[in-house]
């Protein structure tokens, strides 16, 4: 037992639930970072019982890195920002949970990203990860660009490199296209000899398959291959494109995030690299700022 | 019981098994079609025994057809041309497995496709259907370009036109990218109003969800719609280096085949356009052609 914390102190919880994992942090009133907890697929995609099992599985990790105990669910305000949401029927999905807390507050993951890489305040981010997508909270405002899944979106995304990575390398192999660097270290990469055995390796993939093999078109962009730099050109092209309509609504502030977000910047217009600023704060505690902002926004409205 | 075929008549048994439906053809050894069937898909992806049930099932339709009986399986010599097979894992499948017929022999759905498009002659043929793909046999050489699956290949395909469309109209729509009248032809023909409609539409979308919808991009181009314009030229020059491509081997003709095909004609270079023949017959009856040449190229080698 945490014997510092009185029982009425207000604990904020902030929650990242995402496609592969769930970050969970709990976080005195007075901003203190009192225990994280870290779990499997919090994606409502992957079921509402996987989901809410990963959510409840973090929390329970950050209580007991706090000190505190499992009932002290119900003391917890909490901020989740959850992929998929954005999709009214999983919202109304998560609505609908009988959820042990105090009270629920859900939005997306983009949107907590942003709050976390503001500190809550107003602000752009871009993530290019495996996916790739923008949200511009501005004066209450939210504007979101990209994203929308896999091989139609994500444009510029690992996924989209990797993609268009094997879709070059197997277009130079038929001789349809000319040779490039990419075709060897994808060969090599894989330990295969042929299109069969490309095809084989990439039958059956998701975008993270595809994802793991984008950072070799930057290897090979370095290194000057033509076709290389015209895809790295091309995928900014779409990024940049995101980052302009954001930067339309006037953020303070625009940061990037993501694994691939490094990778990209040198190819992104000089304009938009002039505005980029780093991240503060992770999604989960960007939850946490979107937690106590819904709750005064709330305790506002009911004192009105 | 059909009486005019003596038992010792040669008989030849043409398969064509796709993905979806697996067709075959009983010819005689003067050429003369005897009897038809139609059973569902016959890819080895989908398990050997859902492929072989689907052989046999045509077979014996097209045995009853004949007027022959179940048991004069074991007088058909069979060429089968099964998409899946260029891969050696599942070549090795069927070559395992034990046929009731007389003699099997295997080669892909492409290759049969061009044998009946040429009534068995050397020739060329591109295909451009859900998937997209091209094959010349040209003096015994086979040279094979394209396909390689979605979304990373089969490039200017049925599949690869829609999720070009979807992923235009989601630009435009994020106003990321001018705005195209494929738009409202795709939110019409969906009946719904937003990018969240049309990506829980797509969210677990397969090849032919997307080729489904590559009519429209026709439509929009036809209208003049610049996007729609440029994707049609973008397709249209993927199919035409695969036709370059296989019209350096100098084959005596060149067909199309496909749902897409006649689409596509018009944005063909016209130096490939003057070059198109029609197929002349279907690919089940191309593998008949492929049964008898094996079959005779076996009869030679053994008596060498």
Redesign the interface.
């Known amino acids: 037992m945490n014997t510092m914390l009185k029982a009425d102190t207000p604990l904020y919880l902030g929650i990242d639930g995402g496609g592969s994992k769930c970050r969970a942090v709990i976080v005195s009133s007075d901003q203190h970072i009192l225990g994280e907890g870290l779990s499997g697929p919090a994606n409502p995609l992957r079921g509402m019982k996987v989901a809410t099992d990963s959510i409840i599985s973090a929390t329970q990790q950050a209580l007991t890195c706090a000190g505190l105990a499992f009932n002290d669910m119900a003391r917890l305000t909490v901020g989740a920002g959850l992929a998929g949401v ?4 999983y919202f109304q999905m998560f609505s609908d949970w009988r959820h042990p807390f105090k009270a629920l507050h859900l939005t997306s993951d983009l949107h907590i990203a942003c709050m976390g890489a503001h500190q809550g305040q107003d602000g752009a981010v871009i993530i290019v990860g495996t996916g790739s997508c923008g949200l511009a909270a501005v004066n209450g405002d939210i504007v979101e ?2 994203g ?2 896999f ?3 994500d ?1 510029g995304s690992g996924a989209w490199f990797g ?1 268009q990575l ?2 070059h390398v ?2 130079s192999l ?4 000319a040779p490039t660097l990419m075709t060897d270290l994808l060969l090599q990469e894989l330990g295969v000899s042929d ?2 055995g490309l ?2 390796h ?2 059956h993939a998701t975008p993270t398959t595809y994802a793991k093999f984008a950072p070799l078109v930057f290897t090979a962009a370095d290194a000057g291959d033509t076709t290389a730099l015209r895809l790295a050109e091309q995928g900014a092209a ?1 990024i940049g ?2 980052a302009a ?1 954001l930067l339309a609504t006037k953020p303070p502030r625009l940061s990037f995030i993501g694994g691939l977000a490094h990778k990209l910047m040198p190819y992104l217009p000089a304009s938009v690299q002039q505005q980029v600023t780093p991240a503060l704060q992770t999604p989960e505690l960007g939850a946490v700022w979107f937690a106590r902002q819904s709750s005064q926004a709330q305790s506002y409205a009911t004192s009105l």
């Open positions: 954005n999709v009214p029927q660009v990209g929308h899944g091989p139609y979106g444009n993609m094997l879709h197997l277009l038929d001789q349809l296209a299109s069969m095809v084989s990439f039958m779409f494109a995101i309509r």
